[in-house]
């Protein structure tokens, strides 16, 4: 199974914290982090040309008109990224027209679609990584998380840390070495 070989996770991730139980559906920020359009991994990119049927018909939009160009990134899974697209409604052409969420979520969760059809960058939210390292989304100053998101929401002792809440996600994705550089 394709992997993203991360070797470093800063001591700083142990503290941060992630979701509350609710996860992303849960929070009250109007999907800010969708409004960017993201990296989509050339996995992804495969799954969702194998299931565009149910794609075009939920985004109304065809995958042609979905993507701008390849990265020639090779941290991604399939060893490329292509960037999604930005639609009309100001979302990310995958943003479910219908409301919260991403079409490529609910494909997973109730299309018998594989996970593996949403990116590697929306799954890990709000962890992120470049060349190796394991990142807090805002922390490399590139990529800003919006205030409102629950995600970066600290005072809330009793939620886990984004790690803890990110890691199904995470193992499914990433793979480490041993030992692991912290």
């Known amino acids: 199974m394709n992997k993203i070989y991360i070797h470093t996770i800063p001591q700083q991730l142990n503290t941060r914290k992630g979701f509350s139980s609710r996860g992303c559906m849960g929070t009250s920020c109007e999907d800010s982090c969708c409004r960017f359009g993201c990296d989509v991994d050339r996995e992804s990119y495969d799954l969702m040309h194998l299931h565009r049927l149910q794609l075009e018909k939920l985004t109304e939009t065809s995958l042609e008109e979905s993507f701008e160009s390849w990265s020639g990134d090779t941290e991604y899974l399939g060893s490329d990224s292509i960037r999604s697209r930005v639609g009309a409604s100001g979302y990310c052409v995958f943003h479910n027209p219908l409301g919260k969420g991403c079409v490529l979520y609910m494909l997973a969760r109730t299309g018998g679609v ?62 480490l070495p041993e030992p692991l550089a912290t």
């Open 114 to 175: 594989s996970k593996r059809i949403v990116p590697s960058i929306c799954r890990l939210f709000p962890l992120t990584w470049q060349r190796g390292v394991l990142f807090f989304s805002g922390e490399r100053g590139e990529d800003v998380i919006p205030e409102n998101c629950d995600c970066c929401l600290l005072a809330e002792d009793q939620r886990k840390t984004a790690l803890e809440t990110q890691a199904e996600e995470f193992f499914d994705i990433c793979a």
